[in-house]
């Protein structure tokens, strides 16, 4: 079986994105607690243990990043309220399209 060209991948990963509601602009320039980094093409994608988005950064730019909501809902500000209700992920991985 033959790979993917680079333009297939590209369109399938567009494709994806589309289906993706970024919903805003990171207002700090990193992701506390970060858990996983995983760079594909021209982003980097942070995942946190104690927020319910997906942060994405630019490769190739300073440009400020994006959320990708993960989870519904609103994560309290106490810590002990937090920690209790917190998704808690430890790991984020790159899964090729098939």
């Given amino acids: 079986?033959?790979?993917p060209?680079?333009?297939?991948?590209?369109?399938?990963r567009r494709q994806q994105e589309k289906r993706w509601k970024i919903e805003g602009l990171?207002?700090?320039s990193?992701?506390?607690a970060a858990s996983g980094l995983v760079c594909h093409e021209a982003a980097m994608y942070v995942i946190t243990d104690d927020d319910l988005h997906l942060g994405v950064f630019p490769v190739r730019s300073?440009?400020?990043?994006?959320l990708i909501g993960l989870f519904d809902g609103v994560l309290p500000q106490s810590h002990d309220e937090r920690k209790e209700q917190k998704p808690d992920l430890e790991a984020l991985t790159l899964i090729p399209p098939q």
Avoid: F, I, K, L
């Fill in 1 to 3: 079986m033959t790979p």
């Fill in 5 to 12: 060209s680079r333009d297939a991948r590209h369109g399938r």
């Fill in 26 to 28: 990171c207002t700090e």
């Fill in 30 to 32: 990193y992701r506390s």
């Fill in 62 to 66: 300073s440009g400020p990043g994006g």
